[in-house]
C-alpha cells in the first residue's frame, strides 16, 4: 500500500509524464508549422512564376494573304537590304488586306504595319528560301504581331499607356481590336518560343529559348561524361580500396569542403585554368561544361561514397568468402547494389549545375547569340562557337526594361522548372527500377 501511495497507479498520469506529452505535442505543432511555411512560400513563389510566366507560351499572330510575286522577290534578293524589301512585299499586301476588308478606317497608313513584329521580313524571306514553288501564288502567312500589340491583348498596355509610350498608338490598338473581331489578330501556342534564338531589345515577341537550350544540352554532356566516370572512380578507390590514413583523411575532409564552396569561385578557377592558361573560347559550352563539371564533381563523390557505405559488408565478406578477389567484390556484388543511390546522385548533381548561374557568367557565357552557328556540329558547338545556357538567359532577359522580356525571363524559369521536375523524375524511378533489397 506504500509503495502504491508514492508512485500512483499507472493509468493515472503523471505530472512528469504530462510535461513530456506537452513538449512532444508541441514539436509537433513546430514541424507541422514549418512544412506549412515552406509550402506557402513554394506556392507563392510558383504562383508568382506561372502567373507572369504562363503567358509567354502564347503568342498574338497576324494572319493575312500575302501575294507572292516573282519579280518582286527577285528584285528583293538583289536589294542591299533584303530585310527591308520583304518588309516592302508585306506591307502592301497587308494595306490591300485591310482596304479590302474596310478595316483600316481612320488609322494612319503608316501605322498599320506597325502592327506586324520586326522579324516579320526575316520571316517571310525564310518561307520564300524554304518554299521556292510559292511564287506567283497567293499565302496565308501568320506572323508574330508588334510586342507592343502582344502586351495589349496580355494587359500589360493600356490605350491609356500608349498616349505616352513612342512604340505603339492609340489608333494601332483601335485597329489590333477591329482585327481580333474580324479573326485577323489571334492567340495561339507559340512553339518558337523554344526554337527562336534570342533577339533584340526591340523585338521582344521574336526571343526565344532554342540556342539556350542546346547550350545547355552541350554542357550537360560534357559534364555527364567527365563528372560521373571521375567521381565514381575516386569514390571506389577512396571507398573500397585505399589504406585509411592521414593522407585519406585530408582528401575526405577536403572534398567536402569543395562542396560547400561558393559556384561563383569555381568560375574564378574556370576563368583562371580553362581561359588564361589553356586559352578556349571563354563563351563555349566546352568551358561552361568543365567549369561546372568541377563543381560537381564533390556531390557525385559524396553521393556515390555514401551509397557504397550503405552496402552491408556480409555482402563483401561473402564474396570473398566463396573465392571472389577484391575487385570482383567491388565491381561484381557491391557495385551493382549501389547502383541506384549513384544514378540518383549524379542526376541530382546534373539538375543543380543546369541551374547554375554564377560562375558561367565569370567565363563570359553571357553573349547574344542573335543566330544559330553556322555548324552546330558536337566539334564545333562545344568547342568553337559562342553560346549562351538556360539560367544566364532568364539573367540576360530580367536586365531588359521592356516588360515583354519579364514574360519571356518568367517562361524561361518555368521551362527550366520542366527540366529540373523532370531529371528529378528519372531520378526516382532509377532508384526504384534498379533498388534491391538484401
Request: hydrophobic share 50%; with cysteine; glycine share 8%.
Amino acid at each position: 500500500m506504500s509503495i502504491a501511495k508514492k508512485h500512483g497507479s499507472l493509468l493515472q498520469l503523471d505530472a512528469r509524464t504530462k510535461k513530456r506529452n506537452a513538449a512532444e505535442r508541441r514539436f509537433r505543432a513546430y514541424g507541422l508549422s514549418a512544412i506549412c511555411v515552406a509550402c506557402a512560400a513554394l506556392l507563392m513563389l510558383l504562383t508568382s512564376i506561372i502567373g507572369n510566366g504562363a503567358s509567354a507560351f502564347r503568342q498574338t499572330f497576324i494572319s493575312f494573304p500575302v501575294t507572292i510575286d516573282a519579280a518582286e522577290v527577285a528584285a528583293a534578293e538583289s536589294a542591299l537590304l533584303k530585310t527591308g524589301a520583304y518588309n516592302t512585299i508585306l506591307e502592301t499586301s497587308l494595306l490591300e488586306y485591310l482596304t479590302e476588308n474596310d478595316l483600316l478606317a481612320d488609322t494612319p497608313v503608316d501605322e498599320a504595319f506597325g502592327l506586324v513584329s520586326g522579324e516579320a521580313g526575316s520571316t517571310f524571306r525564310q518561307f520564300i528560301l524554304a518554299n521556292p514553288d510559292a511564287a506567283g501564288t497567293t499565302f496565308q502567312l501568320d506572323l508574330l504581331a508588334n510586342g507592343r500589340i502582344d502586351g495589349y491583348f496580355k494587359g500589360r498596355v493600356t490605350a491609356d499607356a500608349a498616349l505616352l509610350d513612342k512604340n505603339v498608338s492609340p489608333a494601332q490598338l483601335q485597329l489590333a481590336d477591329r482585327l481580333a473581331e474580324h479573326g485577323t489578330l489571334v492567340r495561339k501556342f507559340n512553339w518558337s518560343f523554344f526554337t527562336n534564338p534570342d533577339a533584340s531589345d526591340q523585338r521582344p515577341e521574336a526571343a526565344g529559348l532554342g540556342v539556350a537550350i542546346l547550350g545547355s544540352i552541350y554542357m550537360m554532356l560534357v559534364v555527364l561524361f567527365l563528372a560521373l566516370p571521375i567521381g565514381v572512380a575516386a569514390s571506389i578507390y577512396l571507398e573500397e580500396f585505399a589504406r585509411k590514413s592521414w593522407i585519406t583523411d585530408v582528401i575526405e575532409v577536403n572534398i567536402a569542403n569543395l562542396a560547400a564552396v561558393p559556384s561563383i569561385v569555381y568560375g574564378i578557377l574556370g576563368l583562371a585554368i580553362f581561359i588564361n592558361f589553356a586559352e578556349f573560347n571563354q563563351s563555349s559550352p566546352l568551358v561552361g561544361g568543365l567549369v561546372l563539371t568541377l563543381m560537381t564533381l564533390p556531390t557525385i563523390i559524396i553521393s556515390t561514397r555514401a551509397s557504397l557505405k550503405s552496402i552491408p559488408p556480409s555482402i563483401r565478406d561473402a564474396a570473398l568468402g566463396v573465392g571472389a578477389s577484391k575487385m570482383q567484390s567491388v565491381f561484381h556484388h557491391v557495385l551493382p547494389l549501389a547502383a541506384p543511390g549513384i544514378l540518383t546522385g549524379t542526376i541530382i548533381g546534373l539538375a543543380q549545375a543546369l541551374g547554375e548561374t554564377a560562375p558561367l557568367l565569370l567565363i563570359g557565357m553571357v553573349a547574344f547569340v542573335r543566330e544559330y552557328p553556322a555548324a552546330w556540329t558536337p566539334e564545333a558547338g562545344l568547342f568553337g562557337e559562342a553560346s549562351t545556357a538556360l539560367p544566364v538567359q532568364v539573367y540576360n532577359w530580367t536586365q531588359r526594361s521592356d516588360p515583354a522580356f519579364v514574360e519571356r525571363a518568367s517562361g524561361a524559369i518555368i521551362t527550366l522548372l520542366v527540366f529540373l521536375l523532370i531529371m528529378n523524375a528519372v531520378a526516382i524511378y532509377l532508384r526504384k527500377k534498379f533498388e534491391r533489397r538484401w
